[in-house]
């Protein structure tokens, strides 16, 4: 096989790339600022590859990715012209990951990364005669912030993350800022998407809030709206999508340590998004999640909280017609 020079052109879907003597490193903070996102880099999560893929334009019927030695047992997929065409499931250890199989003749190829730990990439590898060149992503950026719900740890490969399937139904290129536990609201968090290009902005707030009991009912609202005016100071008029929590069984009722259930969170959120409506911002957006995820759906969860394999796939599938009228004004914006 033939090895491509790897170069910061491949990625997608990351916020910073390291480089080091062996490859690059994907991360979804800017990785210099890492002690800026206590703790360690948002507890770990911001080096994990959610979201993030290789992009190639190549005739090659093998592409093969290698990478430092995996940290745990991990998937990976080969997406073609937007289509699922092959999950490896890899152990901790490995080195490498080798599509092989693809269609004839040219065409656009992702490699998605795993979605539940980090990577150094170090090479990019095709057939010995074949043409392989990086693929831009013209596409609307979205970026969406979010918990575990949105890393989506659970689902069957990493494309099958509900991010992910709802980016490529939407036509969007991705960036996954969901941190398993650590949805917080941090305000570095805020600085960070002000200051990343974006044509369209979702977050899914609140169920790290209740269950960490790091927020009190009379700062929840303040340190949210905060949240959005921060994004807004470069984003006036990007949409921008506010979802509260899904369906999530005993935290519906049950009072957490600082006496908050999931719908007083809701009710919260909807109030802080119509003031800032009121106030003038028309690219604000609220949605209800028990809308996307229900009380019906509880047999997609499981443990209460998450949802498994098909839960998320259920949530990629629901989000475009839910969020349409979000989405077109994005599409107008393009235009």
């Known amino acids: 096989m033939k090895q491509l020079p790897l170069t910061d052109e491949w990625f997608h879907g990351a916020v910073s790339l390291e480089h080091g003597e062996d490859g690059i490193k994907p991360w979804r903070i800017p990785y210099m600022d890492?002690?800026?996102?206590?703790?360690?880099?948002?507890?770990?999560?911001?080096?994990?590859?959610?979201?993030?893929?290789?992009?190639?334009?190549?005739?090659?019927?093998?592409?093969?990715?290698?990478?430092?030695?995996?940290?745990?047992?991990?998937?990976?997929?080969?997406?073609?012209?937007?289509?699922?065409?092959?999950?490896?499931?890899?152990?901790?250890?490995?080195?490498?990951?080798?599509?092989?199989?693809?269609?004839?003749?040219?065409?656009?190829?992702?490699?998605?990364?795993?979605?539940?730990?980090?990577?150094?990439?170090?090479?990019?590898?095709?057939?010995?005669?074949?043409?392989?060149?990086?693929?831009?992503?013209?596409?609307?950026?979205?970026i969406t912030y979010g918990s575990s719900i949105t890393q989506c740890v659970g689902a069957s490969s990493p494309s099958r993350a509900w991010p992910a399937i709802a980016a490529e139904a939407c036509g969007f290129s991705l960036t996954n800022l969901g941190f398993s536990g650590n949805c917080h609201m941090e305000p570095m968090i805020g600085r960070l998407i002000r200051d990343l290009p974006a044509d369209f902005i979702s977050i899914c707030a609140g169920v790290n809030i209740y269950g960490g009991g790091t927020l009190s009912p009379r700062m929840f609202k303040p340190l949210l709206i905060g949240l959005l005016e921060t994004i807004r100071d470069k984003h006036r008029d990007t949409p921008l999508l506010v979802i509260s929590p899904i369906y999530g069984t005993v935290r519906e009722t049950q009072l957490n340590s600082l006496g908050f259930t999931l719908p007083i969170m809701r009710e919260f959120i909807r109030e802080a998004v119509e003031l800032l409506k009121a106030r003038g911002d028309r690219q604000l957006y609220y949605q209800d999640g028990l809308k996307w995820f229900g009380p019906e759906d509880e047999a997609f969860l499981t443990d209460g909280l998450h949802p498994g394999a098909e839960g998320y796939e259920l949530l990629g599938r629901r989000f475009r017609n839910l969020h349409d009228f979000a989405l077109r004004a994005v599409h107008r914006n393009a235009e």
């Open 34 to 142: 890492y002690e800026l996102y206590p703790p360690g880099g948002i507890d770990g999560k911001a080096e994990i590859c959610a979201g993030v893929r290789l992009r190639l334009r190549t005739d090659s019927t093998e592409v093969a990715v290698s990478f430092a030695p995996l940290a745990d047992a991990a998937a990976m997929d080969c997406v073609v012209e937007g289509r699922l065409c092959q999950t490896l499931s890899l152990s901790g250890g490995a080195t490498e990951a080798l599509f092989s199989g693809l269609k004839d003749g040219i065409k656009d190829v992702e490699i998605w990364l795993p979605q539940n730990i980090g990577i150094t990439v170090t090479g990019l590898r095709t057939d010995a005669h074949a043409v392989g060149v990086p693929l831009p992503d013209t596409r609307p950026r979205w």
